[in-house]
């Protein structure tokens, strides 16, 4: 005998109990997935790499973004670092045609004497401002550095001030220079973040002075000595910048390397040993570039919005960018970049290619990384005075009713 059918309602309300019961004992594992998909597409960023230093930050060149940094802001004894400042403004002397690789600088007692490391340059000598320079950066010749100062300033005393007249147009707020060699001095110091800024200022500003920090060898009166940057030998996208060493220093190494679009600075101050300072440098280069990048989501002269003009003999301008925007952002990060454009409510006529008439905003997660402005791309003459005035009349009724 087969028992009665149920109501056909009462076979879809059951139907439907159970499908509610089933979504519910699986929506907890429904919530799970969506919020693992959520944060499937966050990009992940590891904690940068501790090191054993007193002071130390890694910074993209071209954008000037700081990557890590640990007491970057401390006043530290710079030792040899400071003969890069040496070669900054003797490069500066020579762009400005005062100086001339060819020209001979004779050779002081001073420059003789001095301890330390030397280029081995002889006392009333006449040598090439050129072979100098390698004489600093290369060999970080203590002699070549005095005779440098000597040559430009008159003593390595009015050097220092022109040293420290530099490290102001270049914002080393906390940097203070006694010699042009780094001898120490409890006077003589600076920070890793200036650090970082003159190395930039270096590589941006004098490029062809910059090749010679990647030569790994300079001979001069018999004399083979190798750089003492052993990062030259270890990594080949390495070319620079210089090392230093003394006591009361560490050993400190402020090193840059180039991989495809990329370029990084990273400043170390204070280790135990030459193997240290180049080992704690490779820890922050290869962090930069395993886990950063360079982009750039608007080119220099990129129309990004037309907008309205009032009283011009045309009612329309371009809007767009003077300089490339580039970026240093978390690698994988660009599709979250936010941009944001803030225009001036009313534009009139006459209007001048570059005129400021907005502002680009830029954020990634809430991090504002871009406030730049929105220029005219074009110039708008005004309109005759009845065009003008007809389009005052409908400019005051907009704004009257709230429509602009």
């Avoid at 040293?163 to 147009?169: D, E, H, I, K």
């Avoid at 300072?277 to 922050?284: D, G, I, N, T, V």
């Avoid at 580039?326 to 936010?338: A, C, K, V, W």
């Amino acid at each position: 005998m087969h028992s009665p059918d149920l109501p056909k309602t009462s076979q879809q309300s059951g139907n439907l109990n159970n499908m509610l019961k089933r979504f519910f004992q699986f929506l907890p594992l429904l919530l799970v997935m969506v919020a693992g998909i959520a944060h499937s597409k966050a990009v992940l960023i590891p904690a940068a790499p501790q090191l054993s230093s007193s002071a130390y930050i890694l910074i993209d060149a071209d954008t000037g973004k700081v990557i890590v940094e640990h007491n970057a802001d401390e006043q530290l004894p710079p030792a040899s670092l400071t003969k890069m400042m040496t070669i900054y403004v003797v490069a500066g002397e020579m762009d400005r045609g005062n100086l001339k690789g060819e020209d001979l600088v004779t050779i002081s007692e001073k420059a003789w004497r001095k301890g330390g490391s030397k280029m081995f340059v002889e006392v009333n000598t006449k040598v090439p401002v050129i072979d100098l320079i390698r004489g600093v950066v290369i060999q970080s010749g203590n002699d070549a550095s005095i005779a440098l100062a000597e040559h430009v300033a008159g003593s390595e005393d009015a050097f220092a001030d022109v040293m420290n007249q530099q490290a102001v147009l270049l914002g080393m707020e906390n940097t203070f220079y006694r010699n042009a060699t780094g001898w120490p001095d409890p006077e003589h110091l600076t920070t890793a973040r200036d650090l970082s800024l003159l190395a930039r200022s270096l590589i941006m500003d004098y490029p062809e002075h910059y090749s010679i920090y990647s030569e790994k060898y300079f001979t001069y009166n018999e004399i083979r000595q190798p750089n003492r940057n052993r990062l030259l030998w270890r990594d080949n996208s390495v070319d620079g910048v210089k090392t230093g060493h003394t006591e009361e220093a560490g050993y400190c190494l402020v090193s840059s390397a180039k991989k495809n679009n990329m370029r990084l600075i990273s400043v170390v101050m204070g280790t135990k040993s030459e193997d240290a300072r180049a080992a704690e440098s490779q820890k922050l280069l290869a962090y930069g570039f395993r886990y950063y990048e360079n982009v750039e989501p608007y080119g220099a002269g990129a129309v990004l919005k037309q907008t309205r003009v009032w009283g011009g003999l045309v009612d329309q301008v371009n809007l767009g960018l003077t300089d490339k925007i580039n970026l240093t952002i978390p690698r994988g990060s660009q599709s979250e970049l936010q941009a944001q454009m803030e225009v001036n409510k009313v534009i009139k006529a006459p209007i001048k290619q570059g005129d400021e008439l907005g502002r680009l905003v830029i954020s990634l997660n809430g991090e504002e990384l871009v406030n730049e402005p929105l220029v005219a791309m074009g110039s708008v003459e005004q309109a005759g005075f009845f065009a003008r005035l007809w389009d005052a009349i409908k400019l005051f009724f907009l704004e009257m009713f709230g429509k602009v």
